[in-house]
């Protein structure tokens, strides 16, 4: 087995649209401009067997006068998990053969951790990424996290029949309005709007520039798309969603405006039709564990899915663990809520 660095976009993104656990954020240019916005030094390991690349493994390393610290995906990134992609040969295997092949893989990446001397570790695993037993065996600790999806692969009819009976109420009401839904281009538009209802509730938008979301849209026009509700001429609600690989992915915004009306609720529904005319299986819903948030979304009647956080931490990790869940994670990201500590800081209302 031999572990080494990648410089090839092309090999980087062949691997990770083949991956069954390849995600968008794992794309050579999302990465990039991630290192380039936060200022973490992007690693982007490949651990081999031969000449067969099994994994993937991003991380990001930042070190400062008194610690070294490694983080997958990096704080403001906006990032919801990243962890290791597999190869596409991977699910299809044995499950002896699939957990030998995942074991070295974790071993291989914990040893190279080790050399980077990083006294704080944090990888935040996808929700399809359920075997994180190799970590522990590498006294890595693990929390668990919560997302929900929709299925979409069923009749729009059944979709709509599983909604709670106030969300349909509501649905009902709201489509009466004058309301249009946009896609728009306006990275400034949206920073301006989140960041204005987050300071609104004591809270910091985690996205230091809206030129990291212009340069995000100008770089997957195709994955990343930005709308914008309208009632009359007045934005009443905005998000901004991931689509990729058959699933569309709630990501941020939908945060509650003064707008008196039920806007989440359409703009919701209007995207989730549309995840599934554009051939979508999935629609990700997250917030499921944040117990607010959980009671809203639920109403979609969505399925609940598990995801992880692995760490590792030292001494001097552990103050630095103290601080970013106190000061850094007072500024989370909306959908990312039930992200990592059980104790987790509020989050704008939607």
């Known amino acids: 087995m031999t572990i080494s660095m990648i410089d090839d976009r092309e090999l980087w993104d062949r691997t990770v649209d083949q991956s069954p656990y390849g995600l968008l954020f794992h794309r050579w240019d999302f990465l990039k401009l991630a290192e380039k916005y936060t200022g973490w030094e992007l690693r982007p390991y490949g651990v081999y067997k031969g000449s067969t690349l099994l994994s993937l493994f991003p991380l990001f390393y930042k070190r400062d006068m008194v610690l070294k610290t490694v983080f997958a995906p990096p704080p403001m990134s906006c990032i919801p998990y990243l962890g290791p992609t597999m190869n596409a040969g991977y699910s299809s295997t044995k499950p002896s053969t699939r957990e030998s092949q995942l074991q070295v893989v974790v071993d291989e990446m914990s040893a190279e951790i080790k050399k980077l001397g990083a006294g704080y570790v944090n990888i935040q695993m996808p929700p399809m990424f359920n075997d ?29 029949g599983s909604f709670g009976a106030n969300l349909r109420t509501n649905l009902k009401k709201v489509s009466k309005l ?89 703009m919701l529904w209007e995207l989730i039709k549309m995840a599934r005319e554009d051939g979508c299986k999935e629609f990700e819903l997250q917030g499921a564990g944040d117990r607010r948030l959980s009671r ?27 601080a970013y869940y106190n000061f850094v994670r007072r500024s989370p990201v909306k959908t990312l809520a039930d992200r990592l500590k059980p104790a987790r800081p509020k989050v704008p209302q939607t």
């Open 132 to 160: 994180v037993r190799p970590f522990k065996w590498n006294h890595f600790s693990e929390v668990s996290h919560f997302t929900y999806f929709v299925d979409l692969c069923r009749p729009v009819e059944d979709i709509w």
């Open 296 to 322: 809203y979304k639920s109403k979609f009647n969505p399925r609940l899915e598990v995801f992880y956080g692995i760490t590792q931490t030292g001494p001097v990790g552990n103050a630095a663990e103290w």
């Open 178 to 266: 004058p309301l249009t839904l946009k896609r728009v281009y306006d990275a400034e538009t949206f920073y301006d709007v989140i960041t204005k209802r987050y300071a609104e509730q004591g809270l910091t938008f985690p996205m230091r520039t809206p030129r990291y979301l212009h340069d995000l849209l100008e770089a997957f026009p195709d994955h990343i798309k930005m709308y914008m509700l309208y009632h009359g001429e007045e934005i009443a609600s905005s998000i901004t969603v991931c689509q990729y690989k058959g699933r569309m992915m709630h990501w941020m915004g939908a945060t509650r405006l003064d707008s008196g009306i039920a806007g989440n609720d359409y």
